[in-house]
């Protein structure tokens, strides 16, 4: 007997532990009693009715990313491409979650699909290429309207990649080299002229260089030739001078010594003897040269004594 009631005492406790739930962060639990929905648990420590009650789904409330296989889409203007794409979204409302749609990734999956072709399908292809901002905006916001009903917000959608036939690739790939090498010749042709432009500024700096040093090398010489003829003078004069104080000197010497007409005498001894050396074809000698030697001689007796 005592077995027996050992056995249901620990069945109780078993099943009194077992009631004992403990909602975690970001966590919900849908409660049903009797089949019917009872509540949501929030994080925190709860207890269910044993048998009665019973935790009919667990929720995860963290945003959480899918990402669908590529669907087939077709464009405006008939081109036929296969875009995949990735879906962001986050539960709101646990028991609409638990009760508005069987399946909610499929269902959420099938509804991109047939979103996706009703957006792609106003679009041609170039349009296609160069608007994924635009539509990833049209998608978000056509999933988020009809995803609420399931308590689930759809906070973002991207095309995650875009694959046109290969006769359309094979036509970009040949169109973006046609763009390559023509941006290729522009910017050659760009870099030739500004060579160009460098060589002939160069050229000119060169040449205006050479004008500045070939004056400022005239200057100079000019300078050098103006300083020469100045020194070349002041020496004439220099020589000039010297000779003048001389010739004052033995003029004052012969004063001194009372022969004044001697001077006379000796001075055309000197235009008589400059005249013979010059380059005159007749010389006219005068006829009392005899009596100017004798004078002279005289002088030079004079000066001696």
């Known amino acids: 007997m005592g077995v027996v009631l050992?056995?249901?005492?620990?069945?109780?406790?078993?099943i009194l532990v077992s009631c004992i739930k403990i909602v975690p962060q970001a966590k919900a639990m849908v409660v049903e009693r009797l089949g019917a929905y009872q509540g949501t648990w929030g994080v925190g420590l709860?207890?269910?009715?044993?048998?009665?009650?019973?935790?009919?789904?667990?929720?995860?409330?963290?945003?959480?990313?899918?990402?669908?296989a590529p669907q087939p889409v077709i464009t405006?203007?008939?081109?036929?491409?296969?875009?995949?794409?990735?879906?962001?979204y986050q539960i709101t409302d646990p028991k609409l979650f638990a009760y508005g749609v069987a399946n909610p990734i499929m269902a959420i999956e099938n509804l991109t699909a047939t979103t996706l072709r009703n957006i792609i399908g106003d679009l041609e292809l170039d349009?296609?290429?160069?608007?994924?901002?635009?539509i990833n905006t049209k998608m978000r916001a056509s999933l988020d309207v009809a995803t609420d009903p399931?308590?689930?917000?759809?906070?973002?959608?991207?095309?995650?990649?875009?694959?046109?036939?290969?006769?359309?690739?094979?036509a970009m790939e040949k169109q973006m080299k046609a763009e390559r090498e023509r941006r290729e010749s522009i910017l050659r042709a760009e870099g030739e002229k500004r060579s160009t432009v460098l060589v002939a500024e160069g050229h000119k700096e060169?040449?205006?260089?050479?004008?500045?040093?070939?004056?400022?090398?005239?200057?100079?010489?000019?300078?050098?030739?103006?300083?020469?003829?100045?020194?070349?003078?002041?020496?004439?004069?220099?020589?000039?001078?010297?000779?003048?104080?001389?010739?004052?000197?033995?003029?004052?010497?012969?004063?001194?010594?009372g022969a004044d007409s001697a001077v006379l005498t000796i001075k055309?001894?000197?235009?008589?003897?400059?005249?013979?050396?010059?380059?005159?074809?007749?010389?006219i000698i005068p006829s009392d040269i005899q009596g100017i030697a004798g004078l002279a001689k005289s002088v030079v007796e004079i000066a001696e004594k």
């Open 150 to 170: 399931w308590g689930i917000k759809v906070n973002r959608v991207e095309l995650k990649n875009i694959i046109p036939p290969e006769a359309i690739q094979d």
């Open 127 to 134: 349009q296609t290429l160069t608007s994924r901002e635009t």
């Open 268 to 283: 055309s001894l000197e235009a008589f003897e400059k005249a013979a050396d010059g380059q005159a074809t007749k010389i």
């Open 206 to 257: 060169s040449i205006i260089l050479d004008a500045e040093a070939e004056k400022e090398s005239i200057v100079l010489r000019a300078e050098a030739e103006k300083e020469k003829r100045i020194r070349e003078a002041e020496g004439q004069a220099e020589a000039i001078l010297k000779i003048q104080q001389a010739n004052a000197e033995g003029i004052r010497a012969i004063k001194d010594a």
């Open 46 to 68: 709860h207890f269910k009715v044993p048998i009665i009650d019973r935790v009919a789904r667990r929720v995860d409330l963290k945003e959480q990313v899918v990402d669908f």
């Open 76 to 88: 405006k203007d008939n081109v036929t491409m296969r875009i995949d794409t990735v879906v962001f």
């Open 6 to 14: 050992l056995a249901l005492l620990i069945l109780v406790i078993c």
